[in-house]
């Protein structure tokens, strides 16, 4: 009966999830030389420090209770806020550990294995990864230049899918870019009363807007709908705050969930962000200056990868967000195929393939503009071309990098 | 095919867990007029305010990255120096946020439903919840002043019991207060070998003790072994910051699985622990305060208890921890169904039934003297002898006190 020697068994929750190449990618943005476009890493330089310091330095000096335990729900005040926002009642909102957090609970609280959870291919990785450790079953829908196809859901719908979420970005999905137009938000709010699947909107990036219309809230249409928010996008990730709203009827189970697996939110985290989201004038002209930032940072790129790509390269100006997402118009071009190349020529981006649902698209790479300084954006373009269309041509290798490829499975 | 009207149904995992008294009851700490021995919240006037604020201010100061994302399993700094406090090496380490969370990591990589997890009968809260979210099946052990009583395992294992889990608090289980004796660790390390299950050893009130002897860790008896903690008791809980160390075979799941629940644990709150724990002669001058208080507080707690109920109440001095365990000495006593009256009458602890695994512990009620001033815990003893004592003969109300007793579920 000696079983000493025998391996760890993972349960079948962990089977259902495999490394992501965002994960092993932020393993490389240190790396000297290299320019990262690869990596969902908002700008540092616009963290608002001096802010953040006096917030601590303010709320730890008056109330020693903001480094006690509180409650699961979260601090009524930034719950108070957050409803306001929303639109909402208190009692609909949980604080939680940045919005994966959100996604893994509302997986958790609403999903048996097996269950049908729709949403984009390319999908966001953390959605993906939340949604499968919960035994969902992930069902491919299609996007456009207006967001998740949602006429190509209720077919689906129409053929007897009974998908218990479907998970949509509002604005800016990672990676294509794109946003929900008002008309397919009102046809998914409808499909879901009519259909009675639960809607989980996303919306990190809602705030870098430097162009185009917003998309509305589903949950200003539909009562089936569970909100779900982050400030690392607007504010800084290092807190890992988020929340997420939802409706009464799962309010509890959501509330039990939380507190078997972290207790509460961070009380620190939840008097920091409530801060700063409350302090007077400040998010506005913040958000103003990111905007700006970010804009600037998109043209740039663009503009380099127009260039240097010349008509080689399929991608459009996006309208907010982090992310550039094209396409080489190359046949049988494979973009992870292409990386560990691309990054020994000193430019990293993150290939298609990261983002499957079931399709690869392996003509498709996404490039973020958010932390490269404008020279770099620029450069790394120039490289990135020499890398895909030198690939095509024979793979000549960037003068003065590194030989030798990282291990291939930091990007399957 | 309208289904708007539908409920929202639970997923299987949430029907598995209910809400816990330690979650209602933190709703009673601030209640005016009530004496809370029930919560186990640290003593905030012995949190270190002035150092927290410097460690945030330069920390901010020096590295805006301290906001920003950083890597799934922790910051390189924090995992070295946990891999030399627990012997290991920074590959095993993943830091969390909080002990909960840890508990909850290990439970998700390791239980498919139906799998038995060993535990103490009365049980620690937050283990119990996180296994039954997971799917464990608990098996309940008996435990005595040495803890666990390991024999009564190793009875069950030869008897055909397959646990993939056994969990252990070190020392100070909570509620019991029993410290796990050197040879019942060597005992329960030499069965995990032979029988090929799991340890998950716990040890938040290690710190706080203030006589005896400690426990070994396991993880130096054993390779089968998941060592959980935390700095709540020992820093504050307002940051949720603990952590694993795990078998090497494990940690590639316990990554994949922290990430897709929550990316990685805060970056700050990682930058201040490492701050305090690493400050020289910071962290002993400091548990060297929190030994001579706790140890105080539970002295006067004990003393008070003894005057007021003369041999009514069976207790013990603890030497370490946050909580008194005792044995009503009435034949038929329940704890669960005083507590109302003990609120009424302006006191409040968790009974015995909170702790449930299989037995209700009816007779039992967990006291608390980490925060409450020592005239408090004196006239919390008095309070509660009234009632328990009173309510035996018949239920006089303490004069001046609220009629109203709260809603009967929050004590479920």
Redesign the interface.
């Known amino acids: 009966?000696?079983?000493?020697t025998?391996?760890?068994?993972?349960?079948?929750?962990?089977g259902r999830?495999?490394?992501?190449a965002i994960?092993e990618l932020?393993?490389l943005v240190d790396r000297p030389g290299v320019i990262s476009l690869a990596?969902?890493?908002?700008s540092?330089?616009h963290?608002p420090?001096s802010e953040?310091?006096r917030a601590?330095?303010d709320l730890?000096?008056r109330d020693?209770?903001?480094?006690?335990?509180?409650?699961?729900e979260g601090i009524p005040a930034l719950r108070e806020w957050i409803a306001t926002r929303h639109q909402v009642r208190p009692e609909q909102v949980i604080v939680?550990?940045?919005s994966?957090?959100a996604l893994?609970l509302v997986a958790?609280?609403?999903?048996?294995e097996g269950d049908p959870v729709a949403l984009a291919d390319p999908g966001y990785i953390?959605a993906i990864?939340?949604f499968?450790?919960?035994g969902g079953s992930l069902v491919a829908l299609p996007t456009d230049d207006d967001g998740l196809r949602i006429e190509a859901l209720e077919e689906r719908l129409h053929a007897g899918l009974r998908p218990r979420l479907v998970y949509v970005v509002l604005n800016f999905h990672n990676p294509t870019g794109a946003t929900l137009s008002a008309s397919r938000a009102r046809h998914l709010a409808q499909l879901a009363?009519?259909?009675?699947f639960?809607i989980v909107e996303d919306d990190p990036y809602a705030e870098i807007r430097f162009s185009g219309n917003p998309s509305p809230s589903l949950a200003s249409l539909s009562?089936?709908v569970v909100s779900v928010r982050t400030i690392?996008k607007v504010l800084?990730?290092?807190?890992?705050l988020g929340w997420m709203v939802v409706?009464d009827?799962?309010f509890?189970?959501v509330a039990?969930?939380k507190?078997?697996?972290?207790?509460?939110?961070?009380?620190?985290?939840q008097g920091v962000a409530l801060h700063l989201l409350t302090r007077p004038g400040f998010m506005s002209d913040h958000v103003r200056v990111l905007q700006g930032y970010y804009g600037d940072q998109a043209r740039v790129l663009c503009s380099a990868l127009a260039t240097e790509f010349g008509d080689q390269l399929e991608f459009a100006l996006p309208d907010g967000g982090m992310f550039v997402w094209a396409r080489v118009r190359r046949p049988g071009v494979d973009t992870e195929a292409l990386l560990p190349r691309a990054i020994d020529g000193g430019v990293a981006f993150v290939p298609g393939s990261a983002f499957t649902v079931t399709e690869p698209h392996r003509a498709y790479l996404r490039l973020s503009f958010a932390a490269a300084p404008p020279e770099d954006l620029a450069e790394g373009a120039r490289r990135l071309a020499r890398t895909v269309l030198d690939g095509h041509r024979g793979g000549r290798r960037h003068p003065g990098c590194r030989a030798a490829p990282p291990p291939v499975d930091r990007y399957n």
């Open positions: 009966m000696d079983q000493s025998s391996a760890f068994a993972p349960s079948r929750a962990v999830i495999s490394s992501s994960r932020l393993a990596g969902g890493l908002p540092a330089r963290f420090v953040t310091r601590v330095d730890v000096r020693p209770g903001v480094l006690q335990y509180s409650s699961t939680t550990h940045g994966q957090q893994d958790r609280v609403t999903l048996d953390g990864q939340a499968r450790l919960a009363d009519r259909f009675g639960l009562d089936r690392s800084f990730p290092g807190l890992r409706p009827s799962m509890r189970s039990l969930v507190q078997a697996v972290d207790l509460h939110t961070a009380t620190l985290a």
